[in-house]
T-cell receptor
């Protein structure tokens, strides 16, 4: 079975600071990788996903993530955060052969951006 | 388009009581999933419906949990009797296509269940 680790549980940044949230997974085969975000009071929504091809994936709202296969990592980055990025971020993994019933989420990282 | 809606948004019940959570998926979405997040832990899969059929219920914790999807439309998740460890946020999600490569999953806002 796969597992996902998000090492940062709570991150506090000032506006305009750069962001990097760590995500590491363990699985013996190929995977599809996702980052989801939940803004306060809202539903979970997809930020970006990686299936194959260019390991640097660009998502919505200026976020990007890089898949480093050798490190089993899929870290989320944003060069300059805004107050509106305050949210909880979840990394998720699905085996390439599976569907969303096989998804494994990380424990989430709460990001607080201070104006 | 209307999103996935869940009712209620919050529920506070006492141990031993029964609670029923409801999920209305996006119209036309055959796939419906239930997930749960216990406080501070990861979001975990509970079960998957394709239309009215349970495709996979391997994540259901025990037989106190019963999920149904009447006519392949809305779904209910009943917990009877509720225990303290059932507290958490219950998410519903729906999609039109199956398979992670093509599937776009839409989540509801979740139901916060507190069992006292």
């Amino acid at each position: 079975a796969q597992s996902v680790s998000q090492h940062n549980h709570h991150v506090i940044l000032s506006e305009a600071a750069s962001l990097e949230l760590g995500c590491n997974y363990s699985y013996g085969g190929t995977v599809n990788l996702f980052w989801y975000v939940q803004y306060p009071g809202q539903h979970l929504q997809l930020l970006l996903k990686y299936f194959s091809g260019d390991p640097l994936v660009k998502g919505i709202k200026g976020f990007e993530a890089e898949f480093i296969k050798s490190k089993f990592s899929f870290n989320l980055r944003k060069p300059s955060v805004q107050w509106s990025d305050t949210a909880e971020y979840f990394c998720a993994v699905i085996p390439s052969s599976g569907g969303y019933q096989k998804v494994t989420f990380g424990t989430g990282t709460k990001l607080q951006v201070i104006p | 388009e209307a999103g996935v809606t869940q009712f209620p948004s919050h529920s506070v019940i006492e141990k031993g009581q029964t609670v029923t959570l409801r999920c209305d998926p996006i119209s036309g979405h055959d796939n419906l999933y239930w997930y749960r997040r216990v406080m501070g832990k990861e979001i975990k899969f509970l079960l998957h419906f394709v239309k009215e059929s349970k495709q996979d219920e391997s994540g259901m914790p025990n037989n106190r949990f019963l999920a149904e999807r009447t006519g392949g439309t809305y779904s209910t998740l009943k917990v009877q009797p509720a225990e303290l460890e059932d507290s958490g946020v219950y998410f519903c999600a729906s999609s039109q296509d199956y398979g992670a490569s093509n599937e776009k999953l839409f989540f509801g806002s979740g139901t916060q269940l507190s069992v006292l």
